[in-house]
Nanobody, 131 residues
Framework: EVQLVESGGGLVQAGGSLNLSCAASGFTFDDYAIGWFRQAPGKEREGVSCISSIDGSTYYADSVKGRFTISSDNAKNTVYLQMNSLKPEDTAVYYC????????????????????????WGKGTLVTVSS
């Protein structure tokens, strides 16, 4: 059974940090690009960051560049999203995804492409940033 399980969300004050985890199982981890997405109440889902299955390159949405860092521990089949200097506008449910097409994932994170048809999704973890 394929599973993506996010954890690490919570309530934090503006300027604070959180480290999200996405634990994957049930598929060949190395063959999939892993992405982080978020959806705030009343807003469309948006790409945050991803790590390519081609060469491990990392990509970020402009809104989080310089503040968020994505990393992967392939031995643990886990991807992390270190979030620093959090802002109230970062408040959202954060989801991780896995897709066999890394170009698709990269495009959704870094461009205006709005095709969220990824192979697998987690159920999300809530991040709330208070002002």
């Amino acid at each position: 059974e394929v599973q993506l399980v996010e954890s690490g969300g919570g309530l934090v004050q503006a300027g604070g940090s959180l480290n999200l985890s996405c634990a994957a199982s049930g598929f060949t981890f190395d063959d999939y690009a892993i992405g982080w997405f978020r959806q705030a109440p009343g807003k469309e889902r948006e790409g945050v960051s991803c790590i390519s299955s081609i060469d491990g390159s990392t990509y970020y949405a402009d809104s989080v560049k310089g503040r968020f860092t994505i990393s992967s521990d392939n031995a643990k089949n886990t991807v992390y999203l270190q979030m620093n200097s959090l802002k109230p506008e970062d408040t959202a449910v954060y989801y991780c995804s896995a897709d066999s097409d890394p170009i698709h994932t990269i495009a959704v994170v870094t461009t205006s492409l709005r095709n969220y048809d990824m192979d697998y999704w987690g159920k999300g973890t809530l991040v709330t940033v208070s002002s």
